[in-house]
T-cell receptor, first 109, second 118 residues
Framework: LAKTTQPISMDSYEGQEVNITCSHN???????ITWYQQFPSQGPRFIIQGYKTKVTNEVASLFIPADRKSSTLSLPRVSLSDTAVYYC??????????FGTGTRLKVLA | DTAVSQTPKYLVTQMGNDKSIKCEQNLGHDTMYWYKQDSKKFLKIMFSYNNKELIINETVPNRFSPKSPDKAHLNLHINSLELGDSAVYFC?????????????????FGQGTRLTVV
């Protein structure tokens, strides 16, 4: 199962774009890349998923280069309410989702 | 409507006691999970069930016994509670990823149960 590496923490200011990069050098051919968001005192919540190139939804964009060994979650114009932990998951198993350490994003006023 | 609901939200108990956490999902999913999040915020899978059958037990002490009376419920019973069991426990559910050949099956998590053993 592919291991992921992402920054432990990041700070940003309101209104800025935030990019969180995740490394997954051992990604397998059929692995998807999925990002979850966890607010304090809540369970993780699915944000976005992609396989290659770029995916965009109402919450975020996900950029995946051709070699797929990394991916970048982009949050446009963050607000205080985007303060959370962001997890990058790759592949996981058929019956388990493997979470790494996550990135603690703190949005400052 | 809450998709995945767990009760109780908070649980404070003494060492040595036995306690249960209940989980229910109304999403029609086949697979359910229990995760433990410790004080360092690492989320670690404990169990997964598919169609009421245990699929994964990640070397969890046998003081922890999950029970799935039907596909919509996965309860967690803990015997002889220890201080180290203090954590937040999350229940989750998803479609059967093996049956659903698409890899983009997302997991839905409950709000968590904060267990404090004193």
């Amino acid at each position: 199962l592919a291991k992921t590496t992402q920054p432990i923490s990041m700070d940003s200011y309101e209104g800025q774009e935030v990019n969180i990069t995740c490394s997954h050098n051992n990604i397998a051919t059929n692995d998807y890349i999925t990002w979850y968001q966890q607010f304090p005192s809540q369970g993780p919540r699915f944000i976005i998923q992609g396989y290659k190139t770029k995916v965009t939804n109402e919450v975020a964009s996900l950029f995946i280069p051709a070699d797929r060994k990394s991916s970048t979650l982009s949050l446009p114009r963050v607000s205080l309410s985007d303060t959370a932990v962001y997890y990058c998951l790759v592949g996981s198993g058929t019956y388990k989702y493997i979470f790494g350490t996550g990135t603690r994003l703190k949005v400052l006023a | 409507d809450t998709a995945v609901s767990q009760t109780p939200k908070y649980l404070v108990t003494q060492m040595g006691n036995d306690k249960s956490i209940k989980c229910e999902q109304n999403l029609g999913h086949d697979t359910m999970y229990w995760y433990k999040q410790d004080s360092k915020k690492f989320l670690k899978i404990m169990f997964s069930y598919n169609n009421k059958e245990l699929i994964i037990n990640e070397t969890v002490p046998n003081r922890f016994s999950p029970k799935s009376p039907d596909k919509a419920h996965l309860n967690l019973h803990i015997n002889s509670l220890e201080l180290g069991d203090s954590a937040v426990y999350f229940c989750a559910s998803s479609q059967d990823r093996k049956r659903d050949r698409r890899m983009n099956t997302e997991a839905f998590f409950g709000q968590g149960t904060r267990l404090t053993v004193v």
